[in-house]
């Protein structure tokens, strides 16, 4: 993986700090993408000389082109790119505005599609590129007071499948990971405050605990590397068998 670029959206906490962590960790130099300036550099230091911070909001779809070229400009091409960031919200189907449910299209499905347009212009010269789309349990299965955050992973996951078959024959290939229910600061405090759904989490998971960050983390880095070469397009929970418990 040595002398591999990478781009990783969101990569300042949570499940993209892990996935960056690995990243750096095995010699790619990755390019941190975060909307807080502090937060974002902060994690690069944590990350040492393998990361790069980039301060940018992705809903300025706009000036994601400007992003990309910056980027390839600096660092000569880019090899991967982990599409991590996204927005949630938890309300009640019929209390979620249009407004809201746009917020989260346009976050969670119209910048993953602009970056990874972008991106894929300079993969397709190379002939050779990763794409990794983060989904959700929500996409698998029906989880409530998520709808817009369910329409946008479903998406997500649609979206995946397309750009396999539109690029695999320039070298690219496109994946994507669901996480389940994973141990970040997020989701513990969500789940903390409500025991019901934890209780509920925990008893449709067949390996009976939360996932950690690294988890997920290792799964993108299979799916980047060589032993992955024949894995294209395809969807992988990775939950402790949430998606399929009963």
Known sequence: MNNRIAIITGGNAGLGFATAK???GNGITTYVIGR????TKKACQELGINARPVVFDLNNLEKIPELVSDIIREAGGVDIL???AGINMKKEFWEVT?????QIIH???LSVFAISREVVKQMKEQQSGNIINISSMAAQYGIPKVIAYTAS???VEGMTRAMAVDLSQYGIRINCVAPGF???NMSSKALDS???RKRKVLSRTPMGTLGEPENVADAIYYLVSEQAKYTNGVVLPVDGGNSIGF
């Open 82 to 84: 982990v599409n991590n």
């Open 182 to 184: 994973i141990k970040t």
């Open 194 to 196: 409500d025991p019901e």
């Open 22 to 24: 690995k990243f750096c």
């Open 153 to 155: 992973k479903t998406a």
């Open 107 to 109: 976050s969670n499905v």
């Open 36 to 39: 807080n300036p502090e937060k």
């Open 98 to 102: 249009d407004q809201e449910f746009h």
